[in-house]
């Protein structure tokens, strides 16, 4: 058996998210039925990072593992079969062990909203048409950095050991009359970039202040934030690894 890692992007709108559900359309559900038919034997992936309903992903990864060889023009396959939503980037193979999710060692997002009509960005940021202070976002955003334990900004019914996250960026942009929050670390919590970018709506909207964020954030206790905004203002922008675990993506 051999194992590979492929590397996706996907338009979230139309699925209820990305990992296989019994009786709904996901992403994962789609590769999985594209690589079983081109394979021709049953396939399941493991993926590095499960995005929610309607969030879009530039970069994901999943794994699975196969005894047969696999099709001199896999990518072109596989894209064929896919629909218009969902796209291969790249093949990779990889060493036996090596796990798309545990592996990872970084994931960076993007939330988008706009504060004008778009019909253009339905599907891929929030509308917000409310007056907001860039200053009281950055600073809110800058605040974020200083703190490792993010259990405010994680939805109930997950199983996960520890809260605590290493933020490597945090910022707010504003470009092209969009407003977009970037945010990296080392993981992130179910619901957490929706439940940082909610709240700190708030705060650049002064109903909330830095004060009572700083309190939020330190009570520990996820009715404090706001996970309101919807999912396809989120996308996954990069799933990161150590430099030449995935090597040549094979397929190009």
């Given at each position: 058996m051999?194992?590979?890692?492929?590397?996706?992007?996907?338009?979230?709108?139309?699925?209820?998210?990305?990992?296989?559900q019994e009786n709904a359309l996901t992403v994962q559900s789609e590769i999985d039925r594209a690589i079983s038919l081109l394979m021709r034997e049953t396939v399941e992936t493991t993926g590095s990072s499960r995005t929610d309903a309607g969030v879009h992903a530039r970069q994901n990864f999943l794994h699975f593992d196969t005894g047969k060889e696999l099709h001199p023009q896999?990518?072109?396959?596989?894209?064929?079969?896919?629909?218009?939503?969902?796209?291969?980037?790249?093949?990779?193979?990889?060493?036996?062990?090596?796990?798309?999710?545990?592996?990872?060692?970084?994931?960076?997002?993007?939330?988008?909203?706009y504060s004008f009509k778009d019909p253009f960005m339905r599907d891929r940021g929030y509308y917000y048409p409310y007056t907001i202070s860039m200053e009281l976002l950055q600073e809110a955003a800058a605040a974020v950095m200083e703190y490792t334990d993010f259990s405010t900004f994680s939805k109930r019914n997950?199983?996960?050991?520890?809260?605590?996250?290493?933020?490597?960026?945090?910022?707010?942009?504003q470009e092209e009359g969009r407003l977009v929050y970037h945010v990296s670390?080392?993981?992130?919590?179910?619901?957490?970039?929706?439940?940082?970018?909610?709240?700190?709506?708030?705060?650049?909207?002064?109903?909330?202040t830095m004060a009572e964020f700083r309190a939020a954030v330190e009570s520990r206790d996820c009715t404090q934030a706001d996970f309101a905004v919807p999912g396809h203002g989120l996308?996954?922008?990069?799933?990161?690894?150590?430099?030449?675990?995935?090597g040549k993506n094979i397929g190009r």
């Amino acid at each position: 058996m051999a194992r590979y890692f492929i590397e996706v992007t996907y338009m979230g709108a139309r699925f209820s998210g990305f990992q296989v559900q019994e009786n709904a359309l996901t992403v994962q559900s789609e590769i999985d039925r594209a690589i079983s038919l081109l394979m021709r034997e049953t396939v399941e992936t493991t993926g590095s990072s499960r995005t929610d309903a309607g969030v879009h992903a530039r970069q994901n990864f999943l794994h699975f593992d196969t005894g047969k060889e696999l099709h001199p023009q896999f990518m072109y396959k596989m894209n064929a079969i896919l629909p218009p939503d969902v796209a291969v980037k790249g093949v990779y193979a990889v060493a036996d062990d090596l796990h798309s999710r545990f592996a990872a060692i970084g994931r960076a997002y993007e939330y988008t909203l706009y504060s004008f009509k778009d019909p253009f960005m339905r599907d891929r940021g929030y509308y917000y048409p409310y007056t907001i202070s860039m200053e009281l976002l950055q600073e809110a955003a800058a605040a974020v950095m200083e703190y490792t334990d993010f259990s405010t900004f994680s939805k109930r019914n997950t199983q996960v050991k520890t809260y605590n996250c290493a933020i490597k960026e945090s910022y707010w942009e504003q470009e092209e009359g969009r407003l977009v929050y970037h945010v990296s670390a080392n993981r992130f919590l179910r619901g957490m970039v929706r439940g940082l970018v909610g709240t700190m709506l708030r705060v650049g909207r002064g109903k909330l202040t830095m004060a009572e964020f700083r309190a939020a954030v330190e009570s520990r206790d996820c009715t404090q934030a706001d996970f309101a905004v919807p999912g396809h203002g989120l996308c996954l922008m990069q799933v990161m690894y150590a430099e030449g675990v995935l090597g040549k993506n094979i397929g190009r």
